[in-house]
T-cell receptor, first 109, second 113 residues
Framework: GQNIDQPTEMTATEGAIVQINCTYQ??????LFWYQQHAGEAPTFLSY??LDGLEEKGRFSSFLSRSKGYSYLLLKELQMKDSASYLC??????????WGAGTKLIIKP | NAGVTQTPKFRILKIGQSMTLQCTQD?????MYWYRQDPGMGLKLIYY???????DKGEVPNGYNVSRSTTEDFPLRLELAAPSQTSVYFC????????????FGPGTRLTVL
């Protein structure tokens, strides 16, 4: 079967760095996406990785290792507005997104 | 551009009632999707469409139907609502190319009592 695993919840301090991990087992791989979802709102796109390595975009970076079925999202200089759920999704061989349950990130002052 | 719009935002149905969730996008995207999101669960694909006149089942299609008569519109029909269909429903669209992100509508919060 297809499976995406991420931690259910993480807590971090304002100004710090946090790494949210995602492991996956899917039928085929055509890229991995990270989305941010604030409570009561729709998901919004953060990043896309299809090749191994690190993609950096401002305070957010995303890493992919296809051989290990592993990705992480790194958030630097955390701000209170970063409190949200972070969703990992893999595009499978049918070009459909398989979604993880999301990691709820709580930022404390 | 309005992006992806959904109506209604909230709805309460009685068991056995029917309704249509509306979804419209103005980005000329070929690909459109309907998801449901239950608390603590990932998004589950209900139906998707790769273009006008073409629809296909996703992971959880039972109890739902869709149509795609135009590029812009992708309504989701619930027939004989059941409490198990209580959820938040999101419509999404994307352009051609697998690297393209999906853009989501604001969601419809549906309760079936």
């Amino acid at each position: 079967g297809q499976n995406i695993d991420q931690p259910t919840e993480m807590t971090a301090t304002e100004g710090a760095i946090v790494q949210i991990n995602c492991t996956y087992q899917t039928s085929g791989f055509n890229g991995l996406f990270w989305y941010q979802q604030h409570a009561g709102e729709a998901p919004t796109f953060l990043s896309y990785n299809v090749l191994d390595g690190l993609e950096e975009k401002g305070r957010f970076s995303s890493f992919l290792s296809r051989s290990k079925g592993y990705s992480y999202l790194l958030l630097k200089e955390l701000q209170m507005k970063d409190s949200a759920s972070y969703l990992c999704a893999v595009m499978d061989s049918n070009y459909q997104l398989i979604w993880g349950a999301g990691t709820k990130l709580i930022i404390k002052p | 551009n309005a992006g992806v719009t959904q109506t209604p935002k909230f709805r309460i149905l009685k068991i056995g009632q029917s309704m249509t969730l509306q979804c419209t996008q103005d980005m000329n995207h070929n690909y459109m999707y309907w998801y449901r999101q239950d608390p603590g669960m990932g998004l589950k694909l209900i139906y998707y469409s790769v273009g006008a006149g073409i629809t296909d089942k996703g992971e959880v299609p039972n109890g739902y139907n869709v149509s795609r008569s135009t590029t812009e519109d992708f309504p989701l029909r619930l027939e004989l609502a059941a409490p198990s269909q209580t959820s938040v429903y999101f419509c999404a669209s994307r352009g051609a190319g697998e690297a393209n992100e999906q853009f989501f509508g604001p969601g419809t919060r549906l309760t079936v009592l």
